[in-house]
């Protein structure tokens, strides 16, 4: 059985949150600049100038970043099977990621102060050694509404596929048999030391 999940509207309206906060960052620049120049007794032409460059730039980044993010948001669909996580995006050139359960070791739960006001959040997805990313995570699961309970969803089907795995448990406290794995590591680690001490 698969579950097909479109990332909510708030996700869109995240993404144009971040425009107007980058061109109110570019305006107080502007704002700045002027009035510095002004204080300096610099030249009228430049404070003339700086206005028209200011506003063109942000009408640069809402002409240019606007139809894209809204097509890239509408091509975006994640699909969770029994297996796999799949996730369908991209604009011109369509990528369908395909990541296996089986080779998943943690999902992390992120919200910015933009999701946490509109009430969203995306998963991320690492996997064993597999990521091509800086970041270290092979997939994000972006703008969903009900992340929490398709966290814990993905949690438990990794867990089926890894039963006795430590992995995916960053929550919940040791037990007797983790007591008992670090116990064994302590002892492998003192063999070692023992045998680095004798050469």
Request: proline content about 4%.
């Amino acid at each position: 059985m698969e579950k097909k999940i479109k990332p909510d509207k708030r996700y869109f309206t995240k993404c144009l949150w971040i425009l107007m906060t980058i061109s109110g960052f570019v305006i107080i620049t502007v704002a700045i600049t002027h009035l510095a120049i002004y204080l300096a007794g610099g030249n009228p032409q430049a404070i003339k100038i700086i206005w028209p460059v200011g506003i063109g730039i942000v009408l640069v980044m809402w002409i240019i970043p606007y139809p894209i993010v809204r097509l890239w948001i509408r091509n975006l669909e994640y699909i969770i099977r029994e297996d796999r996580i799949t996730i369908h995006k991209g604009i011109l050139t369509k990528t369908k990621q395909n990541i296996p359960l089986r080779s998943v070791t943690d999902f992390a739960l992120s919200r910015t102060i933009y999701d946490r006001i509109l009430g969203i959040g995306s998963i991320k997805i690492q996997t064993a050694g597999q990521s091509q990313s800086a970041s270290g995570y092979e997939g994000y699961l972006s703008g969903l509404l009900d992340y929490e309970s398709l966290h814990n969803e993905l949690r438990e089907k990794v867990r089926v596929l890894h039963p006795g795995s430590g992995a995916l448990t960053t929550e919940e406290p040791l037990g007797e048999s983790g007591d008992n794995l670090l116990g064994q590591i302590l002892d492998e680690l003192k063999k070692i030391r023992q045998g680095i001490e004798r050469q």
